[in-house]
């Protein structure tokens, strides 16, 4: 039998995550020099069906680098994970497990290799 996909309520408290944990990375509140200054974007936040696991996917625009972060975010999450639970009030705070989001990088790729001139040429039927 196929799986469904998330539910509604995992949609719902993960997009609900990824606000929470934007605003922190947008604000810098970390003592720790490696997130201080790092300008982190929260791309997707998906929970496990009983919420007691959250993957956040990050990227750095601009940047392919941020797997050099996931040391420090993993000594961040306790503190991330108790500002979620302070924000959504919910009855477990979900843990939390960084992974970095490579579509973007990805898309970008593409679309280069979509305006070389020898794509571009048969794309156009020439």
């Not at 975010?73 to 970095?100: E, I, M, N, T």
């Amino acid at each position: 039998m196929k799986s469904a996909g998330p539910s509604q309520r995992q949609l719902r408290v993960g997009e609900e995550i990824r606000h929470v944990l934007a605003g922190i990375f947008a604000r810098g509140e970390f003592r720790d020099p490696d997130l201080a200054s790092a300008h982190i974007t929260v791309t997707e936040v998906r929970l496990s069906p009983d919420l007691k696991h959250a993957t956040v996917f990050l990227a750095r625009l601009g940047r392919s680098d941020v797997a050099l972060l996931l040391p420090a975010l993993k000594r961040a999450s306790a503190y991330l994970r108790s500002q979620v639970a302070h924000a959504l009030r919910l009855r477990y705070a979900p843990d939390l497990h960084f992974q970095p989001d490579h579509a973007l990088e990805q898309a970008t790729t593409i679309d280069r290799l979509l305006h070389t001139p020898d794509v571009a040429r048969d794309l156009e039927g020439g």
